[in-house]
């Protein structure tokens, strides 16, 4: 009992200690942190009148002049700071010549060496630094250390960083290659990350598309995601066969977005694809797309066994006008399948509820209510008006 | 004796995994998140779901502030959980809300029919949900079932997310989209912070004594615990107040369980289970920078039913899911995580309070000496000090929130405060918690709410 006692006591001494420790650098790491953050508010007070000159002369020609006398380290961190959230906020020459800027001031150089630092902080910060400063000096070691790291924070901050500097797109093609090798899942930070670079990247994108590694495609795919020209067309016809669900769903959805007029019976096969993901993509692309001739095949898939079928075809055919509005219409009085009239319902409720609310807010109630009258010839003027009083709040706002 | 040692060295265990893990935290908090994301249309997008039950004076700038956040496409689906008071109203005459017929609506998980759903077009991104009362997992499967986004976010009606935080965690979700599951956000203090617009705008520490301890207890628990269980995949709960969900498993796993408090952990627990039953890969992780403010209960009487209310569930969902405690099939969730909880938090009032007796006992009748009563409470108090010391660091590297050297000092000393009353209170609370559940007591107990406007003019004005 005696040793145990000797032990806790002992263990009471080592809290003691580790307590007084703790305590001690919590308060210099406050005191610290003041510290700095007073001295940082000094020194950018001190360079003001040198920011002052950057921006007055952002817009000429010349290169900039860099700081005159020599900087403290802190000092070249806080100018650098100010630097890079410039970069971030400007385009073209502007951003060029700040660049240039951190170039003369050895800053890119400085960050180059930190890249190859023992020590993953130092190299992390080095890396974002670097890309703050959108430096082309900076693409190849950034790429050469993405080639030696694991998946992981760094990995992906590199990414971002050589995306900002590079100017050819073999650099971001080597990216993206490193940036997915690890994960199959990292596609999607593969396309935001492609977000940043200012290069035209829809060459690099049709060429991965034609890539054997699946999350090149898929990369790609997301990140054309929104461009319509009809010269995707062949290769996302051959993507729409592909047996990997989300290659074809996302092929699947940019063919019907980028109106391509498809046939039916296309349209009729993809709203039969045995995942349902897929069929709902389509039927939401195609209310994007506005195609009324899809409006049949759209109508059946109200009865699709998915939810979200259903839901994205009601919203589809709500926008296709007239004729998508009557086959709401329509779908909603038939007994056939109840949850095909019920979606139907909720989709002429809602955009009677829109239609009304906006052109009262426009003032142009009479004339405007388009899709009201379509509804009064199918449900009759006495159906209407419960419906209408049925919506609660202030109609007269 | 042997308690003490194991539960000590699990707590320093946690605590340095959570030390470890703090470096990387300030990395990514510094490095990883790009301004573009907010504006990305890469960033999955987002149903936050807030049941709200009796938020009449918290509901409105809840969900303005709720509208404002940092985030490229979200909704936000309110579900009054058939409130007594004017929480319906208030949303309505605020935001003007039609009501819906929604008869489409799906029962994906369970719930009490939704009565009636709101919307009004200049809020596109808006739906109140009105149903009857069922609770709040009741209320959170509702909104799973209207909700229009893969992914789903809990949010409590009384707390405030800042600005960045759901794209925070949405960026850590997408460094690695098919293995994220849950990502939990970090809940914090409100009371004594000035609010404005639903933002806080000046952090400060609460000036009440009540929520001063829980703005300790919560950075112990959060900071010092869950950054830790997190590291090794072995967290057990994602805050209620703040929570983000991949909603496919949560289909799968059968939404959140209605009927008992306590949802927050129940449904981690389904998760756990069901992917390391069909052995899929996944992590549920805890994002410290994602950060939601919340009013803490003030009062001796509504702490005390929250923290019973919390004993209550705590020990329902061990009861259901003891089975999977010590098997290597569930891993650390299952030989770790699940045995810690069971044993070191549900029955830990029991062992600290009959350890204590039978070493008073044992003093009584000269079968020990008093000095060893004296080292037992000792050590008890330093090692839980210590532990706080350590989540005051983590806070100091990585989050530096309160500024001031006096806050410092005041969080210092109410670590040490709390060893004098208020964690032996947390323990009788515990125990009448289980109490109420073996008298299968399941109500919710009384909590009342302060609008953001009031709390914030009682700071300026004190």
Known sequence: MFSNLDLAVAFIYVCLGLIGFGVLILLTMKARSIMLERKRSALLEKHQPYFVYLQRHIVDPDPFQPPKGPLSPLETRVIQDKLMEWIEKFRGAQRQKLTALCEDMDLVQLDRKQLSSMFYAKQMKAAYRLGGMRSAQAVEPLIELMKQEKDGPLLHVLARSVAKCAEHLDQLYVMLQQLTRHRKGNYLNAAEVLEETSLDVTPLLLQCMEDRDHNLVKTALLALRGQTGV?????????????????????????VRAGNILPEETICSWLTDPEGEIRAAVAES????????????????????????????????????????RTLCEAALERDDPFKSDMAKDRIHEELLREHFFANRRKQISGAHTKQSLYEQYFGQASSVPNIRGIGGDYSA | MYYVIIVNTIYFGIMLFSLKSVFSIVRRKRYALSGSLVGSEHVPPVSLLVPSYNEELTIIENVRSLMTLNYPTYEVIVINDGSTDETMKVLIDEFELFHMDNLAVRYSVNCTKIKAIY????????????????????????????????????IDADSLLEKDSLIQMANMYMSNPEEYV?????????????????????VRLPKKWWPM?????????????????????????????????????????????????????????????????????YRIAFCPEAVCWTQAPDTYHI???QRKRWGRGNLKNMIENYDMTFRPKYKVFGMLSLPYTII????????????????????????????????????????????????????EIAFKR???????????AFSVLMFFGYRQLGSLWRIQGHIQYFQKNNSWGAMTRQSWKEKSEQVKSA
Not at chain 1, 286 to 314: C, M, N
Not at chain 2, 374 to 380: A, D, H
């Open chain 2, 119 to 154: 919307h009004n077009p200049e809020y596109p991104h808006l739906y109140v949900i009105d149903k009857l009362n069922g609770g709040k997992a009741d209320s959170l499967n509702a909104g799973i079932n209207f909700s229009h986004y893969p992914l789903i976010s809990s």
């Open chain 2, 213 to 281: 301890f829980q703005t300790c207890e919560y950075l112990k628990a959060f900071l010092g615990g869950r950054i830790g269980w997190s590291a090794i995949n072995g967290l057990i709960i994602v805050s209620g107040a703040f929570g983000l969900f991949r909603k496919d498993y949560i289909i799968k796993v059968g939404g959140y369980r209605g009927g008992y408090p306590g949802e927050d952990m129940n449904i981690i627990i389904k998760l756990h289970r069901y992917m390391l039953e069909n052995k899929l890969p």
């Open chain 2, 182 to 202: 849950a990502i939990g956000g970090n809940v914090r203090i409100a009371n004594g912070c000035t609010i404005e617009n639903g933002t806080v705008k000046e």
């Open chain 1, 286 to 325: 195609l209310g994007q797309f506005g195609y009324e001739g899809s409006i049949p095949a759209l109508k059946q898939a109200l009865t699709d066994s998915d939810w979200w079928v259903r839901y994205h075809s009601a919203k589809s055919l709500a926008m296709m006008g007239d004729a998508g509005f």
């Open chain 2, 402 to 412: 309160y500024p001031r050297v006096s806050d410092m000092f005041r969080m210092l």
């Open chain 1, 231 to 255: 010269t995707l067309t062949p290769a996302l016809l051959r993507l729409a066969d592909s047996d990997d669900k989300e290659i074809r769903s996302l092929a699947v959805k940019m063919l």
């Open chain 2, 344 to 395: 070191f938090e549900a029955l830990n009032p029991y062992f600290k309070i009959t350890g204590l007796l039978s070493l008073i006992g044992y003093a009584l009748y000269d079968m020990t000496s008093w000095n060893i009563v004296g080292v037992f409470l000792t050590i008890n108090f330093l090692s839980g000090l210590l532990l706080a010391i350590g989540s005051l660091l983590i806070e």
């Open chain 2, 303 to 305: 702490l005390s039913n």
